[in-house]
T-cell receptor, first 113, second 114 residues
Framework: QQQVKQSPQSLIVQKGGIPIINCAYE??????FPWYQQFPGKGPALLIA?????SEKKEGRFTISFNKSAKQFSLHIMDSQPGDSATYFC????????????FGKGTMLLVSP | DVKVTQSSRYLVKRTGEKVFLECVQD?????MFWYRQDPGLGLRLIYF???????EKGDIPEGYSVSREKKERFSLILESASTNQTSMYLC?????????????FGDGTRLSIL
C-alpha cells in the first residue's frame, strides 16, 4: 500500500525558531510532493510543492528539502511566527492522469510567542 | 479565488439514518474529492470523481457512496450511518486531472453519529 510517513506528530517551537517536519515515502513512482497547511476550523490549503528534479525549493520563509535517494523530504519554516501555528500535511502523488494525493498523518505545530 | 462550499459545518444524526453531505465548487473544476479527517490518521480519501456521473473509490469507500449529477456538485452519502463514521468530512476540488493539480478544500463538515 502506498504510504507517506510523517513525523513528528506534534511540535512546539519558540518564535523565531526553525521547525522541521519530515516525511518519507515508499513508492518510487511518486514524483510530486506538496505540503498543505490547515488552520483550526478551516480546510487544508496548498503551501508549497516540489518535483524530484530539484533538491530544494523556497517560497518566502518556507523551504522544502528533497532527498531522492533516501526517499525523504522535509519542510523547514524559517523565523517561525505564532501565525504559523497550524497542522501541516505532506503528500505525494504521481503526475499521471488519474493520480490522487497520498497524505501523511499531519504535524500539529505550535509557535509560542 | 476558488470557493468550495460544504452545506453544513456541524451535523448530528442517528445510527441507521441515511446521511447526505453536499459540496459545491464555483470554478468549473473537473475533479472533486471526499476525505475524512480523524486525529492521528490524517486525511483519507473516500471517493473521487473526474467527471459528471463518474466516480472512483478511494482508500476507504466502505459504507459510503457518492453522486455527481452536475459538474459543480459532489455529494457524499452514508447509506446507513454508524458511530464509527463520526468524523470531520472534507470536500476538495481541482481544475484538471493529474497529481500536481492543487486541491482546494472546503472548511469541512463535522458529523456526529449518535
Amino acid at each position: 500500500q502506498q504510504q507517506v510517513k510523517q513525523s513528528p506528530q506534534s511540535l512546539i517551537v519558540q518564535k523565531g525558531g526553525i521547525p522541521i517536519i519530515n516525511c518519507a515515502y515508499e513508492n518510487t513512482a511518486f514524483d510530486y510532493f506538496p505540503w498543505y497547511q490547515q488552520f483550526p476550523g478551516k480546510g487544508p490549503a496548498l503551501l508549497i510543492a516540489i518535483r524530484p528534479d530539484v533538491s530544494e525549493k523556497k517560497e518566502g520563509r518556507f523551504t522544502i528539502s528533497f532527498n531522492k535517494s533516501a526517499k525523504q523530504f522535509s519542510l523547514h519554516i524559517m523565523d517561525s511566527q505564532p501565525g504559523d501555528s497550524a497542522t501541516y500535511f505532506c503528500a505525494a502523488s504521481t503526475l499521471s492522469g488519474y493520480s490522487t494525493l497520498t497524505f501523511g498523518k499531519g504535524t500539529m505545530l505550535l509557535v509560542s510567542p | 479565488d476558488v470557493k468550495v462550499t460544504q452545506s453544513s459545518r456541524y451535523l448530528v444524526k442517528r445510527t441507521g439514518e441515511k446521511v447526505f453531505l453536499e459540496c459545491v465548487q464555483d470554478m468549473d473544476h473537473e475533479n472533486m474529492f471526499w476525505y475524512r479527517q480523524d486525529p492521528g490518521l490524517g486525511l483519507r480519501l473516500i471517493y473521487f470523481s473526474y467527471d459528471v456521473k463518474m466516480k472512483e473509490k478511494g482508500d476507504i469507500p466502505e459504507g459510503y457512496s457518492v453522486s455527481r449529477e452536475k459538474k459543480e456538485r459532489f455529494s457524499l452519502i452514508l447509506e446507513s450511518a454508524s458511530t464509527n463514521q463520526t468524523s470531520m468530512y472534507l470536500c476538495a476540488s481541482s481544475l484538471y486531472q493529474g497529481g500536481n493539480q492543487p486541491q482546494h478544500f472546503g472548511d469541512g463538515t463535522r458529523l456526529s453519529i449518535l
